[in-house]
């Protein structure tokens, strides 16, 4: 959620470090902060709240020199202040951090080093890291970072520079995202790649407890032991662009729009019009002995994991358990070395999802990673991984990463099911034509468009709205209505249709809105009493059916017809009106669509 970059070379710093906050600007922050070595003396240029007004200081004090750190901060320890934000400076001025995580031990060597003479300003726990370097300091700055870095709990990752050291900038990480941009003659670190990507596309990826020295010239990785670590250069496949609005008004549309391309990109390979599997990223031998498969993962993610357990309960026959990754730690899982865990996580960066991951490993589960950024701590850390390849997603609200995450899992599904040989490979082949039609699937489906604008007009003021749906269509329902209170803030709860009457159709009074998803022929008699049920109280009901869905207009206020037949993938295209829905009834509202309030892109703290 916080963002960090850092420069050296021989521009102006200042510039480039600006240019890359604002491409991380989507991961969520609440102030803003750069430092940079000006001749002698180090700047250190700090605003609460947009990054606009960091630039409205910096075009009053305008600060040169060629090196410097900068970041994005979201607020954890400490409210979001001027203060609070980071660069943090050492208490004589010489070092200067930015910090990413949480640094667990921060009150005992607070009291450490104020035992030692050194005040504090802020109430963050990053400003014991700058202050715990200068206490090491001899004159060696990389010694010092080291010995500092041993000391600290929790988990970081941290861009040092000192004034004795202009021209070095000092990189760590631990369970937090760190990379390093390869330039010529100038270096670069970032929390994320788009930070970098108008800069240079080779970069390296820094592991745990590897400390990178950057100078302008040349960078040098060593451990804890000072053995150096031969790095392999990483070369970005996306372009800039890519990282771009590309003509839409948000990130979010944009990427609604990408979902056909990106479900072909997560197909791509995989699965050939021969409908043959092209699938060798985990040992089938270890397969036939699994009898168990957890899938932890959180939010959006975790929709898709509910979907990925019918799926594959259905075609392999294994028992599935869909877990929200921070309940699943607590609630002394039955894993053991039988046991397969899927992680979902477009990041690869939750901290929940990393949690269990971690926890299951130690129990003897092999992981199996579904994720979308290559080099992700998460697929680091996995057994097996499976990259959804859906071009990196700036908006905070999840679309195309939910999408391809469900391809992602029907494609484990069926390869699991064609290994175990559980069901007919007729029954297979189907599935495996509607993946390879699903993309153009999309694309009709996207041709609602306008309807769906009519549609937000008509309901964008309500305070509540509720979803139905039964089966696939209810974990549907789930997303969907996590997308609406996302971007809209509009209150709004999935049921699943068997439940109304135990409960939530107290609810229901004149023109409560719900929208019931039913694309199921085989259940749609049961939603059509769920309609009829709320419809009878006085609720302005929407329905989404497919044009298979046995017919209920007559009951509906509103009735949207997808261009799609019920299949064992409907989740897929139903998903995709509900997402534009969201978005045009918060469009409706004037919000700030791709940046939501009080939420960031990936949660790397629990
Ligand atoms: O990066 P991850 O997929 O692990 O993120 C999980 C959730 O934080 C994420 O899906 C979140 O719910 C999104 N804001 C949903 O739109």
Redesign the pocket.
């Known amino acids: 959620m916080c963002g960090i970059i850092g420069y050296t070379g021989s521009r102006n710093a200042a510039e480039i470090l600006i240019n890359g906050l604002e491409k991380l600007e989507y991961r969520g922050y609440d102030s803003a902060g750069i430092a940079v070595f000006d001749g002698d003396k180090l700047n250190v240029c700090k605003e609460k709240g947009r990054l606009e007004n960091l630039k409205i200081l910096l075009k009053k004090h305008p600060v040169n020199g060629n090196s410097g750190i900068g970041h994005t901060r979201w607020a954890t320890h400490g409210a979001p202040s001027k203060i609070n934000s980071h660069p943090h400076t050492s208490m004589n001025g010489k070092i200067s951090v930015v910090h990413n995580g949480i640094i667990e031990n921060y009150r005992e060597i607070k009291v450490f080093l104020e035992e030692n003479g050194y005040k504090f300003i802020s109430d963050t726990d990053t400003e014991v890291v700058p202050n715990l370097i200068d206490f090491y300091y001899e004159g060696d700055f990389l010694c010092a970072v080291k010995k500092a870095v041993k000391q600290l709990n929790g988990s970081y990752a941290l861009g040092i520079i000192c004034s004795e050291n202009k021209d070095e900038l000092i990189a760590v990480r631990k369970d937090s995202p760190l990379i390093i941009g390869i330039g010529e003659n100038e270096n670069f670190i970032a929390s994320d790649i788009p930070a970098i990507l108008s800069e240079t596309k080779k970069v390296y990826f820094l592991n745990d407890n590897e400390f990178a020295v950057l100078t302008s010239s040349k960078i040098t990785v060593t451990d804890f032991d000072n053995n150096i670590i031969e790095k392999e250069i990483h070369e970005v496949s996306f372009s800039e662009t890519d990282a771009q609005k590309g003509g839409y008004e948000h990130f979010m549309l944009k990427e609604i729009h990408e979902q056909p391309k990106a479900v072909n990109d997560t197909l791509r390979g995989r699965l050939n019009s021969d409908l043959n599997l092209l699938l060798d990223f985990i040992n089938k031998e270890f397969l036939t002995t699994v009898n168990k498969i957890y899938i932890i ?6 929709h898709a994991g509910l979907v990925g357990k019918t799926v594959i309960e259905k075609l392999a026959k294994i028992p599935v358990f869909a877990e929200l ?1 921070s309940e699943f730690r607590y609630n002394n899982p039955l894993v053991d070395k039988n046991t397969l865990v899927i992680a ?7 901290a929940d ?1 990393l949690a269990g991951v971690r926890l299951a490993k130690t129990m003897g589960a092999k992981i199996l990673s579904i ?3 290559v080099g992700s701590t ?1 697929t680091r850390e996995s057994d097996y991984v499976f990259y959804t390849y859906a071009g990196p997603e700036i ?5 195309k ?2 999408t391809t ?1 469900l391809t992602a899992l029907y494609l484990f599904a069926v390869y699991l099911a064609e290994t175990k040989n559980t069901v007919l490979s007729s029954e297979l082949d189907i599935v495996k034509k509607d993946l390879l039609s699903m993309p153009k699937t999309i694309e009709n489906v996207l041709k609602l468009e306008e309807k769906i604008k009519l549609i937000s007009n008509k309901i964008f003021n309500e305070k509540d709205m509720y979803y139905l749906g039964r089966g696939l269509d209810y974990a549907v329902a789930m997303e969907g209505s ?2 609406l209170k ?1 971007i809209s803030y509009i209150h709004s709860e999935a049921y699943a249709g068997g439940e109304l009457k135990h409960g939530p159709i107290a609810l229901i009074e004149d023109n409560t809105v719900v929208i019931a998803i039913s694309t199921n022929k085989n259940l749609s008699s049961k939603m059509e009493s769920n309609i009829k049920e709320v419809a009878t109280r006085g609720a302005y009901t929407i329905a989404f059916v497919n044009e298979d869905t046995n017919c209920i207009h007559s009951l509906c206020d509103e009735i949207v017809v997808l261009p799609a037949k019920c299949t064992l993938l409907t989740p897929i295209s139903t998903v995709v009106p509900l997402q534009l829905l969201a978005y045009y009834v918060a469009k409706n509202k004037g919000y700030d669509i791709d940046k939501p309030r009080n ?1 960031a ?3 790397t703290v629990e």
């Open positions: 993962a959180c939010g959006t993610a975790y990754a979902v996580s477009q990041s690869g960066e939750t999802t994720s979308n950024v998460l908006s905070v609200a999840s679309t990463a939910y995450q996590l997308k996302e939420l892109k990936s949660v």
